[in-house]
């Protein structure tokens, strides 16, 4: 089967770290990819893992342990308009299809 | 344009209708995708083409929906005979290839209202 979880909801302080955690269990993987999303709007590409470690991208950074089928997202230095949900996925190997988790909805306060 | 483009924006339509989903993929993109997404939740895997080819077909849920890419550019989502459980954003993404690292670029959406 093929299952990815990620928190539902998160809340943080301006200026703030936060982690927004992603395991997974897929029947193939070539790849986690994190998308941030605003409400009505398109998922937006925020990063990319293949190998496991650290890949960093300005204020956001993603990390990868295939073995232990877990990611990270870490946003630094937080911003009001970093609000938005934040959508982890492991493409298939095979289609290269996307699985999504439930997405994670951070909401950032003053 | 420079992103991936989707019409109309918002669809109403009575149960038992047919709609037809557009969506323009970003220029010279070869892979495009069809994602269905409820409300709170992530997108759910439709379709997939890789130019005109329809390689995958395994996340429609019934034999109601239909997509094409007949030039391998423009694509349609068709949906025969609505219901209501049909209501939910319809994503378009499209990809340059789908190796390595090229990230798929989503549409705004369709969002598909049946009353």
């Known amino acids: 089967g093929q299952n990815i979880d990620q928190p539902t909801e998160m809340t943080a302080t301006e200026g703030a770290i936060v982690q927004i955690n992603c395991t997974y269990q897929?029947?193939?993987?070539?790849?986690l990819f994190w998308y941030q999303q605003h409400a009505g709007e398109a998922p937006t590409f925020l990063s990319y893992?293949?190998?496991?470690g650290l890949e960093e991208k300005g204020r956001f950074s993603s990390f990868l342990s295939r073995s232990k089928g877990y990611s990270y997202l870490l946003l630094k230095e937080l911003q009001m308009k970093d609000s938005a949900s934040y959508l982890c996925?492991?493409?298939?190997?095979?289609?290269?299809?996307?699985?999504f988790g439930t997405g994670t909805r951070l909401q950032v306060f003053p | 344009g420079a992103g991936v483009s989707q019409s109309p924006r918002y669809k109403v339509a009575k149960r038992g209708q047919d709609v037809a989903l557009r969506c323009d993929p970003i220029?010279?993109?070869?892979?495009l995708f069809w994602y269905q997404q409820a409300l709170g939740q992530g997108p759910e895997f439709l379709t997939y083409f890789q130019n005109e080819a329809q390689l995958d077909k395994s996340g429609l849920p019934s034999d109601r929906f239909f997509a094409e890419r007949p030039e391998g550019s423009v694509s349609t989502l068709k949906i025969q005979r609505t219901q209501q459980e049909d209501s939910a954003v319809y994503l378009c993404a499209s990809s340059l290839e789908t190796t390595n690292n090229q990230p798929q670029h989503f549409g705004d959406g369709t969002r598909l209202s049946i009353l």
């Open positions: 897929t029947s193939g993987f070539n790849g």
């Open positions: 220029s010279g993109h070869v892979s």
């Open positions: 893992n293949v190998l496991d």
């Open positions: 996925a492991v493409r298939s190997p095979n289609t290269d299809k996307l699985i």
